[in-house]
């Protein structure tokens, strides 16, 4: 199994000529999921931190050419990865809007916790599910077809909040205070030095 690496993230990212503002929201997107999975492996449910960490840096890899061209951003991200030799790691970015499937009976996966992360990170705060989805059929929600995908995404994802939160020891509205706004501003600076020596 093939992982990129933090760094080799952080190129592509550049590569990519992601926004800033993307660059910010998938790096707390990261930073909530690897707070997730952290908690989870105290509880005895073991997901792999490298590969949850690597596909919330680049769940949003297509995103910003996604603007010119109207591409699936989900759909191309899972490609761009599986052509780079990291198929696992294009599996989860390509459910990283919307889960291939919802199962409620088993511990989380790492899917599950991107998925959930990018959920509660609008831009670059850390939201309610409510809010988050709110948002979502505020911008997407204008033909009735998309509304109703929304409602039935924004049940599933309800769902899910509590079974990933059925096993840790806080609630889903703990998760702000527990983040550490250090961490994010040094996961920043350390991004910003590897474009330093890319230019």
């Known amino acids: 199994m ?9 190129h592509l990212i550049y590569e990519m000529e992601m926004m800033d503002h993307i660059v910010s929201h998938s790096l707390l997107v990261c930073q909530v999921a690897t707070l997730l999975v ?5 509880k005895n449910i073991y ?4 590969m949850i960490q690597a596909s ?3 769940h949003d ?3 910003t050419r996604s603007f010119k061209t109207k591409e699936n951003h989900a ?17 989860i970015i390509g459910q990283h809007v919307v889960l291939h499937e919802y199962v409620f009976s088993e511990p989380p996966k790492e899917a599950e916790i ?3 992360a990018d959920k509660r990170v609008l831009h670059d705060r850390v939201v309610s599910l ?18 109703e995908r929304i409602f039935r995404l924004w049940k599933d994802s309800e769902r899910l909040e509590k079974k990933i939160f059925a096993a840790l020891s806080f609630s889903p509205s703990d998760l702000n205070d527990l983040l550490d706004p250090v961490t994010l501003k040094n996961e920043l600076q350390s991004y910003r030095k590897v474009c330093a020596r890319l230019e």
């Open 2 to 10: 093939q992982i990129p690496s933090k760094k080799a993230c952080y």
């Open 47 to 50: 997901l792999n931190r490298e």
């Open 130 to 147: 409510k809010d988050r989805m709110a948002y979502v059929l505020k911008k997407y929600g204008k033909e009735l077809i998309h509304h």
């Open 114 to 116: 991107v998925n959930y």
């Open 56 to 58: 919330a840096l680049l």
């Open 75 to 91: 759909q191309t991200g899972e490609q761009l990865l599986r052509d780079l030799n990291y198929p696992e790691v294009g599996h």
């Open 38 to 42: 952290d908690h989870l492996d105290l």
């Open 61 to 63: 890899i297509t995103k």
